[in-house]
């Protein structure tokens, strides 16, 4: 959600894109190859539904430059706290270790997502140290540099426009019908954008900036 941003949270903003953008620099895997992730829960899916408001379907996602890593729905009635977390985040490593052995291997992996309080408690912190797994910063109040929110959503909603569906079950097969239709190449683009929109904060000094400015 967009909001008035204080003069901190600018510098937040700002500051996050900095050092990712000077990792970026300093790190060939990263410019090129590296496994970035961003988990999404999208009750959005709900939009495409019959009008009955008891057909909806959450889903969590993590994807890199190649693809889809790990995916599942959330079980109806399941709140997505940190003991469901943790869970979902142990099924994505062990995706990580079959889908991307080189990345687990070495443990060049990174994980990015946003500050909710499921991915912010302290049991989720507990089970990121002990396995290792570094976490990309994210600023708060900032889609515009989520890449769930400014690639994977966006294609999803425009693929599931106007399409009206009578159960959960029809929700989650054409989700996953849609996801099957993303190629590596938009997943390397997606990439691509967010370094430009890191950029595109850093000119205009932690504020809220619209659209993508193109290669």
Same mark, same amino acid.
């Not at 408001?53 to 959330?74: A, T």
């Given at each position: 959600?967009? %909001?008035?941003?204080?003069?901190?949270?600018?510098?937040? %903003?700002?500051? =996050?894109?900095?050092?990712?953008?000077?990792? $970026? !620099?300093?790190?060939?895997?990263?410019?090129?190859?590296?496994?970035?992730?961003?988990?999404?829960?999208?009750?959005?899916?709900?939009? !495409?539904?019959? =009008?009955?408001?008891? &057909?909806?379907?959450?889903? &969590?996602?993590?994807?890199?430059?190649?693809? &889809?890593?790990?995916?599942?729905? =959330?079980?109806?009635? *399941?709140? =997505?706290? $940190? $003991?469901?977390?943790?869970?979902?985040?142990?099924?994505?490593?062990?995706?990580? *270790?079959?889908?991307r052995p080189d990345q687990w291997q070495n443990n060049t992996w990174l994980l990015h997502h946003d500050n909710v309080p499921a991915h912010a408690a302290l049991l989720t912190r507990w089970f990121l140290t002990d396995n290792n797994m570094t976490v990309v910063p994210h600023p708060p109040y900032s889609p515009d540099l989520a890449p769930s929110n400014f690639f994977l959503f966006p294609e999803l909603k425009m693929k599931l426009k106007v399409r009206r569906f009578q159960t959960v079950k029809e929700i989650q097969a054409e989700l996953q019908a849609v996801l099957n239709t993303l190629r590596e190449n938009d997943f390397q683009e997606c990439f691509k954008n967010w370094q430009r929109r890191w950029d595109r904060c850093q000119a205009s000094e932690g504020e809220y900036f619209e659209g993508d400015a193109g290669p």
């Amino acid at each position: 959600m967009l %909001r008035l941003l204080s003069v901190d949270q600018k510098h937040q %903003r700002l500051d =996050v894109c900095l050092d990712l953008k000077e990792n $970026a !620099a300093n790190d060939p895997e990263t410019k090129t190859q590296s496994s970035q992730w961003k988990s999404w829960g999208s009750p959005q899916r709900k939009k !495409a539904r019959q =009008v009955r408001s008891n &057909i909806k379907s959450m889903s &969590i996602c993590f994807f890199d430059q190649k693809g &889809i890593v790990h995916k599942e729905f =959330v079980p109806p009635g *399941q709140t =997505v706290n $940190a $003991a469901f977390y943790v869970k979902v985040l142990r099924r994505l490593w062990e995706n990580v *270790q079959r889908k991307r052995p080189d990345q687990w291997q070495n443990n060049t992996w990174l994980l990015h997502h946003d500050n909710v309080p499921a991915h912010a408690a302290l049991l989720t912190r507990w089970f990121l140290t002990d396995n290792n797994m570094t976490v990309v910063p994210h600023p708060p109040y900032s889609p515009d540099l989520a890449p769930s929110n400014f690639f994977l959503f966006p294609e999803l909603k425009m693929k599931l426009k106007v399409r009206r569906f009578q159960t959960v079950k029809e929700i989650q097969a054409e989700l996953q019908a849609v996801l099957n239709t993303l190629r590596e190449n938009d997943f390397q683009e997606c990439f691509k954008n967010w370094q430009r929109r890191w950029d595109r904060c850093q000119a205009s000094e932690g504020e809220y900036f619209e659209g993508d400015a193109g290669p």
